[in-house]
Protein backbone atom coordinates (compact mmCIF):
# COMPACT_ATOMS: atom_id res chain seq x y z
CA UNK A 1 0.00 0.00 0.00
CA UNK A 2 0.93 3.55 -1.00
CA UNK A 3 0.81 4.96 2.57
CA UNK A 4 2.89 2.58 4.61
CA UNK A 5 5.74 2.72 1.70
CA UNK A 6 6.89 6.82 2.60
CA UNK A 7 8.38 7.04 6.04
CA UNK A 8 8.42 10.54 8.48
CA UNK A 9 12.32 11.09 8.89
CA UNK A 10 12.43 13.68 10.73
CA UNK A 11 10.03 16.87 12.58
CA UNK A 12 10.78 20.08 13.09
CA UNK A 13 9.44 22.99 14.89
CA UNK A 14 9.51 26.79 16.03
CA UNK A 15 8.70 28.40 19.50
CA UNK A 16 5.05 29.49 19.16
CA UNK A 17 4.40 33.18 19.50
CA UNK A 18 1.83 35.42 20.48
CA UNK A 19 3.33 37.29 17.66
CA UNK A 20 6.43 36.86 15.64
CA UNK A 21 9.10 39.57 14.78
CA UNK A 22 10.22 37.45 12.21
CA UNK A 23 9.49 36.80 9.09
CA UNK A 24 7.11 33.60 7.73
CA UNK A 25 9.99 32.66 5.42
CA UNK A 26 12.47 33.19 7.93
CA UNK A 27 10.66 30.40 10.28
CA UNK A 28 10.66 28.45 7.55
CA UNK A 29 13.98 28.56 7.20
CA UNK A 30 14.89 27.39 10.66
CA UNK A 31 12.27 24.11 9.87
CA UNK A 32 14.35 23.82 6.48
CA UNK A 33 17.69 23.63 8.44
CA UNK A 34 16.38 22.18 11.98
CA UNK A 35 15.39 19.32 9.68
CA UNK A 36 18.74 18.87 7.34
CA UNK A 37 20.86 18.89 10.66
CA UNK A 38 18.44 16.01 12.33
CA UNK A 39 17.78 13.86 9.37
CA UNK A 40 21.92 14.87 7.73
CA UNK A 41 19.84 15.03 4.37
CA UNK A 42 21.20 16.92 1.91
CA UNK A 43 19.05 20.00 0.75
CA UNK A 44 19.66 19.23 -2.85
CA UNK A 45 17.84 15.60 -1.97
CA UNK A 46 14.54 17.71 -1.22
CA UNK A 47 12.81 17.31 -4.29
CA UNK A 48 9.29 17.82 -3.24
CA UNK A 49 7.77 20.97 -1.15
CA UNK A 50 4.12 20.73 0.21
CA UNK A 51 2.86 23.44 2.34
CA UNK A 52 -0.49 23.59 4.48
CA UNK A 53 -2.46 26.80 3.80
CA UNK A 54 -1.52 29.76 5.52
CA UNK A 55 -2.83 33.46 6.24
CA UNK A 56 0.14 35.45 5.63
CA UNK A 57 0.80 33.23 2.09
CA UNK A 58 -3.11 33.82 1.43
CA UNK A 59 -2.28 36.40 -0.62
CA UNK A 60 -0.74 34.77 -3.15
CA UNK A 61 -1.32 32.61 -5.40
CA UNK A 62 1.92 31.31 -6.09
CA UNK A 63 2.96 30.62 -2.31
CA UNK A 64 4.20 27.48 -3.14
CA UNK A 65 6.22 28.22 -5.83
CA UNK A 66 7.37 31.41 -4.00
CA UNK A 67 8.34 29.79 -1.10
CA UNK A 68 10.72 26.94 -3.30
CA UNK A 69 12.43 30.43 -4.33
CA UNK A 70 12.56 32.24 -0.83
CA UNK A 71 13.73 28.85 0.49
CA UNK A 72 16.17 28.08 -3.21
CA UNK A 73 14.79 24.83 -3.34
CA UNK A 74 15.01 22.86 -6.43
CA UNK A 75 11.87 20.54 -6.78
CA UNK A 76 9.95 18.29 -9.12
CA UNK A 77 6.91 18.92 -6.96
CA UNK A 78 5.58 21.87 -5.33
CA UNK A 79 2.29 22.48 -4.31
CA UNK A 80 -0.07 24.30 -1.39
CA UNK A 81 -2.66 21.82 0.32
CA UNK A 82 -5.52 24.21 1.03
CA UNK A 83 -7.82 22.78 3.23
CA UNK A 84 -7.39 24.88 6.73
CA UNK A 85 -6.37 23.17 9.35
CA UNK A 86 -6.17 19.80 7.54
CA UNK A 87 -3.56 20.85 5.34
CA UNK A 88 -0.93 19.70 7.27
CA UNK A 89 -1.86 16.54 7.54
CA UNK A 90 -3.57 16.18 4.23
CA UNK A 91 0.22 17.44 2.86
CA UNK A 92 1.64 14.36 4.60
CA UNK A 93 -0.64 12.33 2.91
CA UNK A 94 -0.11 13.84 -0.36
CA UNK A 95 3.76 13.58 0.12
CA UNK A 96 3.38 9.88 0.23
CA UNK A 97 1.40 9.87 -2.69
CA UNK A 98 3.47 11.57 -4.91
CA UNK A 99 6.28 9.55 -3.68
CA UNK A 100 4.29 6.63 -4.42
CA UNK A 101 3.68 7.91 -8.14
CA UNK A 102 7.57 8.63 -8.60
CA UNK A 103 6.93 11.77 -8.88
CA UNK A 104 9.80 12.62 -6.25
CA UNK A 105 11.60 10.95 -3.52
CA UNK A 106 12.02 13.26 -0.57
CA UNK A 107 9.56 15.97 0.48
CA UNK A 108 9.74 19.07 2.61
CA UNK A 109 6.41 19.12 4.12
CA UNK A 110 6.56 22.81 5.74
CA UNK A 111 3.36 24.55 8.09
CA UNK A 112 4.35 28.62 8.57
CA UNK A 113 1.73 30.89 9.45
CA UNK A 114 2.62 33.97 10.98
CA UNK A 115 -1.48 34.82 11.37
CA UNK A 116 -1.31 37.64 13.75
CA UNK A 117 1.70 39.78 12.65
CA UNK A 118 0.21 39.22 9.12
CA UNK A 119 -2.91 38.05 7.74
CA UNK A 120 -3.60 38.13 4.10
CA UNK A 121 -6.77 36.19 3.78
CA UNK A 122 -9.49 37.22 2.32
CA UNK A 123 -12.53 35.04 2.41
CA UNK A 124 -14.38 34.25 -1.03
CA UNK A 125 -17.41 32.64 0.31
CA UNK A 126 -20.69 32.86 1.53
CA UNK A 127 -19.48 35.02 4.73
CA UNK A 128 -20.53 38.61 3.16
CA UNK A 129 -23.82 37.86 2.10
CA UNK A 130 -24.67 35.39 4.75
CA UNK A 131 -22.94 35.42 7.79
CA UNK A 132 -21.29 39.33 8.12
CA UNK A 133 -24.47 41.11 8.41
CA UNK A 134 -25.39 38.95 11.33
CA UNK A 135 -22.09 39.92 13.88
CA UNK A 136 -21.48 36.38 13.35
CA UNK A 137 -17.40 36.35 14.07
CA UNK A 138 -17.11 32.87 12.38
CA UNK A 139 -15.36 29.95 14.20
CA UNK A 140 -16.61 30.75 17.98
CA UNK A 141 -19.82 31.66 16.80
CA UNK A 142 -20.27 28.21 15.05
CA UNK A 143 -19.00 26.12 17.64
CA UNK A 144 -22.05 27.67 19.58
CA UNK A 145 -24.53 26.63 17.54
CA UNK A 146 -22.70 23.46 17.16
CA UNK A 147 -22.90 22.88 21.24
CA UNK A 148 -25.76 24.24 22.08
CA UNK A 149 -27.28 21.41 19.30
CA UNK A 150 -25.48 19.38 20.79
CA UNK A 151 -26.86 19.85 24.58
CA UNK A 152 -30.15 19.96 23.08
CA UNK A 153 -29.76 16.49 21.85
CA UNK A 154 -27.90 14.24 24.23
CA UNK A 155 -26.93 16.53 27.25
CA UNK A 156 -23.67 18.39 27.94
CA UNK A 157 -21.09 17.94 31.20
CA UNK A 158 -19.27 21.29 30.62
CA UNK A 159 -17.34 19.61 33.81
CA UNK A 160 -16.02 17.12 31.69
CA UNK A 161 -14.88 18.99 28.86
CA UNK A 162 -13.49 21.24 31.50
CA UNK A 163 -11.22 17.98 32.12
CA UNK A 164 -9.86 18.02 28.66
CA UNK A 165 -8.57 21.40 29.00
CA UNK A 166 -7.06 20.93 32.10
CA UNK A 167 -5.30 17.96 30.74
CA UNK A 168 -4.08 19.88 27.60
CA UNK A 169 -2.80 23.08 29.74
CA UNK A 170 -0.79 20.65 32.04
CA UNK A 171 1.24 19.24 28.49
CA UNK A 172 1.72 22.72 27.44
CA UNK A 173 3.46 23.79 30.86
CA UNK A 174 5.51 21.01 30.22
CA UNK A 175 5.80 21.88 26.30
CA UNK A 176 9.12 24.71 25.97
CA UNK A 177 7.49 25.55 22.41
CA UNK A 178 4.37 26.43 23.71
CA UNK A 179 3.56 30.21 23.76
CA UNK A 180 4.57 31.30 26.99
CA UNK A 181 1.64 33.02 27.96
CA UNK A 182 -0.84 29.85 28.45
CA UNK A 183 2.18 27.75 30.15
CA UNK A 184 0.11 28.06 33.61
CA UNK A 185 -2.03 25.52 34.88
CA UNK A 186 -5.70 25.91 34.84
CA UNK A 187 -8.87 24.24 36.88
CA UNK A 188 -11.30 22.99 35.93
CA UNK A 189 -13.31 25.88 37.42
CA UNK A 190 -11.32 28.28 35.40
CA UNK A 191 -12.28 26.61 32.53
CA UNK A 192 -16.13 26.59 34.00
CA UNK A 193 -15.81 30.26 34.88
CA UNK A 194 -13.90 31.58 31.87
CA UNK A 195 -16.01 34.51 29.89
CA UNK A 196 -18.37 33.48 27.20
CA UNK A 197 -17.42 34.44 23.79
CA UNK A 198 -20.20 32.71 22.23
CA UNK A 199 -22.62 31.06 24.34
CA UNK A 200 -22.13 28.31 25.15
CA UNK A 201 -18.38 28.92 24.33
CA UNK A 202 -15.92 30.43 26.80
CA UNK A 203 -12.73 32.00 26.34
CA UNK A 204 -10.85 28.64 27.92
CA UNK A 205 -12.73 26.66 24.92
CA UNK A 206 -10.91 28.89 22.63
CA UNK A 207 -7.92 28.42 20.19
CA UNK A 208 -5.25 31.81 20.63
CA UNK A 209 -4.02 32.79 17.06
CA UNK A 210 -0.23 32.75 17.16
CA UNK A 211 2.90 32.48 14.79
CA UNK A 212 5.06 29.86 14.06
CA UNK A 213 5.94 27.09 12.15
CA UNK A 214 6.53 23.17 12.13
CA UNK A 215 7.22 20.64 9.20
CA UNK A 216 8.45 17.30 8.49
CA UNK A 217 10.77 15.53 6.44
CA UNK A 218 8.83 12.39 4.13
CA UNK A 219 10.71 10.21 1.90
CA UNK A 220 10.33 6.44 0.73
CA UNK A 221 10.09 3.81 3.87
CA UNK A 222 12.88 2.45 1.83
CA UNK A 223 15.36 4.86 1.01
CA UNK A 224 15.11 5.92 5.07
CA UNK A 225 16.02 1.93 6.00
CA UNK A 226 18.93 2.21 3.52
CA UNK A 227 20.21 5.35 4.83
CA UNK A 228 20.45 3.10 8.25
CA UNK A 229 17.92 6.12 10.37
CA UNK A 230 16.46 4.35 13.27
CA UNK A 231 13.91 6.68 14.27
CA UNK A 232 11.04 6.75 11.51
CA UNK A 233 7.43 7.02 11.71
CA UNK A 234 4.94 5.06 9.26
CA UNK A 235 1.76 6.65 8.11
CA UNK A 236 -0.09 3.36 7.81
CA UNK A 237 -3.66 4.65 7.49
CA UNK A 238 -5.48 7.84 6.35
CA UNK A 239 -8.65 8.93 5.68
CA UNK A 240 -9.97 11.95 4.61
CA UNK A 241 -13.37 14.05 4.01
CA UNK A 242 -14.32 17.45 3.12
CA UNK A 243 -17.84 18.55 2.71
CA UNK A 244 -20.33 15.71 4.59
CA UNK A 245 -23.43 15.43 3.61
CA UNK A 246 -23.26 18.53 1.09
CA UNK A 247 -26.08 17.32 -0.58
CA UNK A 248 -28.60 18.17 2.41
CA UNK A 249 -30.53 21.40 3.42
CA UNK A 250 -30.35 20.39 7.01
CA UNK A 251 -27.42 18.20 8.64
CA UNK A 252 -26.99 16.99 12.41
CA UNK A 253 -24.40 19.65 13.21
CA UNK A 254 -23.26 16.91 15.77
CA UNK A 255 -21.63 14.75 13.21
CA UNK A 256 -18.45 15.37 11.04
CA UNK A 257 -16.43 13.78 8.12
CA UNK A 258 -13.99 12.06 11.22
CA UNK A 259 -16.72 9.32 11.33
CA UNK A 260 -15.89 8.04 7.48
CA UNK A 261 -12.80 9.49 7.65
CA UNK A 262 -11.59 7.89 10.74
CA UNK A 263 -13.07 4.12 9.43
CA UNK A 264 -11.09 4.21 6.76
CA UNK A 265 -7.75 4.57 8.39
CA UNK A 266 -8.52 2.36 10.57
CA UNK A 267 -9.51 -0.39 8.40
CA UNK A 268 -5.81 0.68 6.39
CA UNK A 269 -4.28 0.49 9.69
CA UNK A 270 -5.78 -2.74 10.80
CA UNK A 271 -6.65 -0.84 14.05
CA UNK A 272 -9.54 -0.09 16.29
CA UNK A 273 -9.86 2.30 18.80
CA UNK A 274 -9.13 0.89 21.63
CA UNK A 275 -5.97 -0.05 20.19
CA UNK A 276 -4.68 3.70 20.00
CA UNK A 277 -1.94 4.62 22.27
CA UNK A 278 -1.84 8.23 22.03
CA UNK A 279 -4.69 10.76 20.81
CA UNK A 280 -3.77 14.24 19.08
CA UNK A 281 -6.85 15.53 17.42
CA UNK A 282 -7.36 18.80 15.99
CA UNK A 283 -8.62 21.22 18.64
CA UNK A 284 -9.76 24.61 17.46
CA UNK A 285 -12.56 24.27 20.69
CA UNK A 286 -12.79 22.07 23.31
CA UNK A 287 -16.07 19.85 22.13
CA UNK A 288 -14.54 19.11 19.24
CA UNK A 289 -12.01 16.83 20.84
CA UNK A 290 -15.00 15.29 22.24
CA UNK A 291 -17.11 15.11 18.85
CA UNK A 292 -14.20 13.08 17.29
CA UNK A 293 -13.75 10.85 20.18
CA UNK A 294 -17.85 9.73 19.33
CA UNK A 295 -17.26 10.27 15.57
CA UNK A 296 -14.16 7.50 15.61
CA UNK A 297 -15.79 5.03 18.17
CA UNK A 298 -13.94 5.54 21.14
CA UNK A 299 -17.23 5.52 21.90
CA UNK A 300 -20.90 6.16 21.01
CA UNK A 301 -22.44 9.44 19.88
CA UNK A 302 -24.01 10.72 22.77
CA UNK A 303 -21.50 9.39 24.93
CA UNK A 304 -18.45 11.89 24.69
CA UNK A 305 -18.83 13.01 28.17
CA UNK A 306 -18.92 9.90 29.58
CA UNK A 307 -16.42 8.49 27.92
CA UNK A 308 -14.04 11.79 29.14
CA UNK A 309 -14.80 11.25 32.56
CA UNK A 310 -13.69 7.53 32.86
CA UNK A 311 -10.78 8.11 31.08
CA UNK A 312 -7.21 10.03 32.20
CA UNK A 313 -5.72 12.27 29.50
CA UNK A 314 -2.38 13.57 30.62
CA UNK A 315 0.25 11.90 29.12
CA UNK A 316 0.92 9.34 31.81
CA UNK A 317 -2.94 8.35 31.93
CA UNK A 318 -4.51 5.46 29.72
CA UNK A 319 -5.15 7.98 26.84
CA UNK A 320 -2.26 10.74 26.29
CA UNK A 321 -3.98 13.63 24.65
CA UNK A 322 -2.33 16.42 22.74
CA UNK A 323 0.95 16.21 24.78
CA UNK A 324 2.27 19.30 23.87
CA UNK A 325 -1.00 20.68 25.06
CA UNK A 326 -2.95 20.89 21.89
CA UNK A 327 -3.64 23.89 19.52
CA UNK A 328 -5.33 25.77 22.34
CA UNK A 329 -2.88 25.28 25.41
CA UNK A 330 0.26 25.53 23.07
CA UNK A 331 -1.35 28.59 20.57
CA UNK A 332 -2.71 28.03 17.26
CA UNK A 333 -0.40 28.61 14.16
CA UNK A 334 -3.20 30.42 12.06
CA UNK A 335 -3.56 27.67 9.30
CA UNK A 336 -0.42 25.73 10.19
CA UNK A 337 -1.67 24.75 13.72
CA UNK A 338 -2.68 21.47 12.32
CA UNK A 339 1.23 20.41 11.71
CA UNK A 340 1.45 20.99 16.06
CA UNK A 341 -0.37 18.11 16.77
CA UNK A 342 1.43 16.03 13.83
CA UNK A 343 4.95 16.86 14.89
CA UNK A 344 4.18 16.15 18.90
CA UNK A 345 3.10 13.21 17.49
CA UNK A 346 5.96 12.02 15.78
CA UNK A 347 7.86 13.29 18.51
CA UNK A 348 6.52 11.24 20.89
CA UNK A 349 6.93 8.03 18.44
CA UNK A 350 10.81 8.92 18.44
CA UNK A 351 10.63 9.14 22.21
CA UNK A 352 11.88 12.16 22.27
CA UNK A 353 8.86 13.51 24.57
CA UNK A 354 11.23 14.66 27.72
CA UNK A 355 9.30 15.63 30.77
CA UNK A 356 6.02 14.34 28.70
CA UNK A 357 7.28 11.55 27.05
CA UNK A 358 4.29 8.56 26.69
CA UNK A 359 4.92 5.61 27.77
CA UNK A 360 3.00 3.36 24.82
CA UNK A 361 5.14 4.49 21.75
CA UNK A 362 3.25 1.49 19.62
CA UNK A 363 1.31 4.04 17.89
CA UNK A 364 -0.34 7.59 17.59
CA UNK A 365 -3.37 8.84 15.73
CA UNK A 366 -3.70 12.27 14.70
CA UNK A 367 -6.50 14.63 13.25
CA UNK A 368 -7.33 17.80 11.58
CA UNK A 369 -10.52 19.74 11.50
CA UNK A 370 -10.43 22.68 8.54
CA UNK A 371 -12.78 24.96 7.54
CA UNK A 372 -16.20 26.46 8.92
CA UNK A 373 -18.60 25.82 6.48
CA UNK A 374 -22.40 28.29 6.40
CA UNK A 375 -24.81 26.77 9.70
CA UNK A 376 -23.28 22.74 9.16
CA UNK A 377 -20.25 21.11 11.15
CA UNK A 378 -16.73 21.48 9.66
CA UNK A 379 -15.38 21.74 6.12
CA UNK A 380 -12.76 18.69 6.20
CA UNK A 381 -12.17 15.77 8.67
CA UNK A 382 -8.63 14.29 8.45
CA UNK A 383 -7.19 11.14 10.42
CA UNK A 384 -4.02 9.55 10.12
CA UNK A 385 -2.45 7.06 12.02
CA UNK A 386 1.27 6.69 12.81
CA UNK A 387 3.39 3.98 14.05
CA UNK A 388 7.01 3.70 14.51
CA UNK A 389 9.09 1.63 12.15
CA UNK A 390 8.06 -1.80 12.67
CA UNK B 1 -27.55 37.60 33.18
CA UNK B 2 -27.73 40.58 30.86
CA UNK B 3 -30.61 40.81 28.51
CA UNK B 4 -30.64 40.59 24.90
CA UNK B 5 -30.01 43.18 22.64
CA UNK B 6 -31.44 43.24 19.25
CA UNK B 7 -28.65 45.59 17.42
CA UNK B 8 -30.86 46.52 15.26
CA UNK B 9 -29.34 50.17 15.56
CA UNK B 10 -25.92 48.15 14.06
CA UNK B 11 -25.62 49.96 10.58
CA UNK B 12 -24.66 47.05 8.29
CA UNK B 13 -22.96 47.05 5.06
CA UNK B 14 -25.02 45.76 2.48
CA UNK B 15 -23.90 42.37 0.48
CA UNK B 16 -22.27 42.48 -2.60
CA UNK B 17 -24.83 39.63 -4.13
CA UNK B 18 -23.26 37.11 -6.54
CA UNK B 19 -24.86 36.72 -10.32
CA UNK B 20 -26.97 33.63 -8.48
CA UNK B 21 -28.15 35.69 -5.69
CA UNK B 22 -29.31 38.58 -7.04
CA UNK B 23 -32.94 37.77 -7.23
CA UNK B 24 -33.20 37.21 -3.61
CA UNK B 25 -31.73 40.07 -1.97
CA UNK B 26 -33.64 42.30 -5.04
CA UNK B 27 -37.01 40.37 -3.31
CA UNK B 28 -35.72 41.67 0.09
CA UNK B 29 -36.57 44.97 -1.11
CA UNK B 30 -40.55 44.20 -0.93
CA UNK B 31 -39.58 42.39 2.68
CA UNK B 32 -40.32 38.88 0.42
CA UNK B 33 -38.13 35.80 0.98
CA UNK B 34 -37.84 33.73 -1.72
CA UNK B 35 -35.58 30.41 -1.68
CA UNK B 36 -34.07 28.44 -4.33
CA UNK B 37 -36.77 25.37 -5.51
CA UNK B 38 -34.78 22.48 -7.06
CA UNK B 39 -37.75 21.20 -9.14
CA UNK B 40 -35.88 17.60 -10.69
CA UNK B 41 -35.99 16.55 -6.49
CA UNK B 42 -38.63 18.69 -5.28
CA UNK B 43 -36.63 20.37 -2.68
CA UNK B 44 -35.60 23.77 -0.99
CA UNK B 45 -32.18 24.51 -0.65
CA UNK B 46 -30.28 27.32 1.31
CA UNK B 47 -27.57 29.31 0.80
CA UNK B 48 -28.39 30.32 -2.27
CA UNK B 49 -26.12 28.94 -4.81
CA UNK B 50 -25.15 28.13 -8.73
CA UNK B 51 -26.10 24.67 -8.65
CA UNK B 52 -28.61 22.00 -7.22
CA UNK B 53 -26.99 20.88 -4.29
CA UNK B 54 -28.70 17.32 -4.78
CA UNK B 55 -27.98 16.66 -8.03
CA UNK B 56 -25.39 18.89 -9.87
CA UNK B 57 -28.49 20.45 -12.10
CA UNK B 58 -29.15 24.00 -12.47
CA UNK B 59 -33.29 23.17 -12.59
CA UNK B 60 -33.62 26.08 -10.55
CA UNK B 61 -36.08 28.39 -9.59
CA UNK B 62 -37.48 30.82 -7.01
CA UNK B 63 -40.27 30.41 -4.96
CA UNK B 64 -41.65 32.73 -2.12
CA UNK B 65 -42.37 31.04 1.47
CA UNK B 66 -43.49 32.56 4.43
CA UNK B 67 -40.29 32.15 6.23
CA UNK B 68 -41.83 30.90 9.53
CA UNK B 69 -39.98 28.22 11.41
CA UNK B 70 -38.30 26.70 14.26
CA UNK B 71 -34.99 27.13 15.97
CA UNK B 72 -32.74 24.78 15.59
CA UNK B 73 -30.14 26.29 17.51
CA UNK B 74 -28.58 29.39 18.65
CA UNK B 75 -25.48 30.97 20.11
CA UNK B 76 -25.60 34.41 21.99
CA UNK B 77 -22.67 36.78 20.66
CA UNK B 78 -20.48 37.90 23.77
CA UNK B 79 -17.91 39.07 21.82
CA UNK B 80 -18.22 40.78 18.46
CA UNK B 81 -16.39 43.00 15.73
CA UNK B 82 -17.01 46.15 14.44
CA UNK B 83 -19.71 47.68 14.56
CA UNK B 84 -21.28 45.00 16.18
CA UNK B 85 -18.83 45.77 19.36
CA UNK B 86 -20.83 47.27 22.14
CA UNK B 87 -24.03 45.95 20.90
CA UNK B 88 -23.47 42.32 22.85
CA UNK B 89 -24.73 40.15 23.81
CA UNK B 90 -27.53 39.58 20.85
CA UNK B 91 -28.33 36.07 19.67
CA UNK B 92 -27.93 34.91 16.26
CA UNK B 93 -30.30 31.51 15.12
CA UNK B 94 -29.72 28.85 12.85
CA UNK B 95 -33.74 28.51 11.99
CA UNK B 96 -35.12 25.09 10.05
CA UNK B 97 -37.95 26.58 7.65
CA UNK B 98 -41.30 25.38 7.24
CA UNK B 99 -40.24 24.00 4.00
CA UNK B 100 -36.71 22.20 5.09
CA UNK B 101 -33.79 24.34 4.91
CA UNK B 102 -31.60 25.89 7.93
CA UNK B 103 -31.08 29.38 7.56
CA UNK B 104 -28.73 31.63 9.66
CA UNK B 105 -30.33 34.97 11.06
CA UNK B 106 -30.25 37.68 13.87
CA UNK B 107 -33.02 36.81 16.39
CA UNK B 108 -34.40 40.15 18.36
CA UNK B 109 -37.60 41.20 20.39
CA UNK B 110 -36.69 37.98 22.08
CA UNK B 111 -35.90 37.49 26.21
CA UNK B 112 -33.21 35.33 27.11
CA UNK B 113 -35.67 32.88 28.80
CA UNK B 114 -37.76 33.09 25.61
CA UNK B 115 -34.96 31.74 23.71
CA UNK B 116 -35.13 28.22 23.07
CA UNK B 117 -34.52 24.88 20.53
CA UNK B 118 -37.61 24.96 18.93
CA UNK B 119 -38.72 28.81 19.58
CA UNK B 120 -41.32 28.97 16.87
CA UNK B 121 -40.23 32.59 14.79
CA UNK B 122 -41.20 34.46 11.60
CA UNK B 123 -39.30 37.02 9.58
CA UNK B 124 -38.13 40.27 10.87
CA UNK B 125 -37.05 42.94 8.19
CA UNK B 126 -34.35 45.00 9.04
CA UNK B 127 -33.61 47.76 6.45
CA UNK B 128 -30.01 47.89 4.62
CA UNK B 129 -28.88 51.51 3.22
CA UNK B 130 -29.05 50.02 -0.32
CA UNK B 131 -33.14 49.40 0.08
CA UNK B 132 -32.58 45.90 0.03
CA UNK B 133 -33.46 44.08 3.88
CA UNK B 134 -31.58 41.75 6.12
CA UNK B 135 -33.80 38.62 7.27
CA UNK B 136 -34.13 38.36 11.08
CA UNK B 137 -36.63 36.48 13.14
CA UNK B 138 -38.49 37.16 16.18
CA UNK B 139 -41.14 34.99 18.32
CA UNK B 140 -43.98 33.80 15.94
Known amino acids: MALRDAAIVGYAETKIVEKSDR ?69 GARAAAAIDAGLCRTVLCLFADTQAAENNQRMRSFH ?9 IGPPAAFGLLSRRYEHQFGLDYAALGRLAVAQRGHAVLNELAVEKLRKPITVDDYLTSRMIADPIRLLDSVMVCDGASGVLVTARKSAEKRGLTKIVVPIGYGERTNYRAGEAI ?13 RAFLQAGLAPKDVAAFHPYDDFIIAIMLQLEMLGFCKRGQGCQFIREHDFAHTGDLPLNTGGGQISA ?19 FGEGGK ?35 | ?84 QGHEP ?51
Open chain 1, 23 to 91: DVWELGAEILESLLERTGFEKAEIDGLILSSSMTGAGNCFWSQTTADQLALDVDFCQTVDIGGCSPLGG
Open chain 1, 128 to 136: NEWTTPLGY
Open chain 1, 251 to 263: VDVTESGHGVAGQ
Open chain 1, 331 to 349: GQCGLAGGGTNLVEAVRQL
Open chain 1, 356 to 390: RQVKNTGNALVTGIGGIPYGRNWASSVVMILTPNA
Open chain 2, 1 to 84: MSPLKDTLGVTREPPTPRSFSRAYWEATREKRLILQYDRRSGRYQFFPRATSIYNGHRDLEWREVSGRGEVFSYTIAYRARPPF
Open chain 2, 90 to 140: FAIGLVTLDEGVNVMGNIVHCTRDQLKIGLRVKPFWMPLANGAHLLMFEPD
